[in-house]
């Protein structure tokens, strides 16, 4: 079915130094490999004149010391901490005055940001998330977006992961539970 350009944005999930450069603290090549796939989702979507967001998670350097569970450092270490080369977006993406840059702290672009309000003042219902990693903030996102009423759609050819088999956990579930998958080719607007 054929997307309202007006009514969908793109949702581009982290693609940052940290995760996406070779020097990054959580480097994964897939990610690097998504790169050019991600840019041509956000091509595509500009071309029909679809809104385009990109994430950034990023993390204060205090922010897990009073944890009592939620502690990502614990789990994955140091990363995309605030202010610092591994938190910014990749050089290679070509983002513009007019997209949204939501900073973000936890694996869901929607959990105390601003997303949420922007969407709904754009009048925005469909999302094309693409980006990294699969399994951990773009499935997030998506489910988030999807218990929002929004409707997810992950773009299986424009994902980063650690693991493939990753990607695939992450591309069957959100199909199965919440959302859709498409591939780029398969990306059409009205």
Avoid at 50 to 55: F, H, P, Q, S
């Amino acid at each position: 079915m054929p997307l309202d350009p007006t009514r969908t944005a793109v949702i581009v999930v982290d693609m940052q130094n940290g995760f996406c450069h070779p020097d990054g603290s959580l480097f994964a090549p897939a990610s690097e490999s998504a790169l050019d796939h991600v840019n041509a989702v956000v091509s595509r979507a500009r071309e029909a004149g679809a809104r385009v967001v990109y994430t950034r998670d990023v993390h204060p350097p205090e922010q897990f010391e009073d944890a009592h569970y939620y502690d990502e450092f614990e789990r994955w270490g140091e990363h995309v901490v605030e202010g610092t080369w591994d938190a910014e977006l990749v050089d290679e993406l070509d983002v513009r005055d007019d997209d949204l840059v939501v900073e973000k702290h936890t694996y869901d672009a929607f959990y105390q940001t601003e997303l949420e309000g922007w969407l709904e003042s754009h009048g925005i219902d469909d999302l094309l998330i693409c980006g990294t990693l699969a399994n951990v903030c773009v499935l997030h996102t998506a489910g988030s977006a999807g218990l929002r009423d929004y409707r997810p759609m992950l773009v299986t050819d424009a994902l980063g992961s650690l693991d493939p088999d990753h990607k695939e956990y992450a591309v069957e579930h959100a199909d199965w539970l919440f959302g859709e998958t498409t591939t780029i080719e398969e990306i059409q607007f009205e």
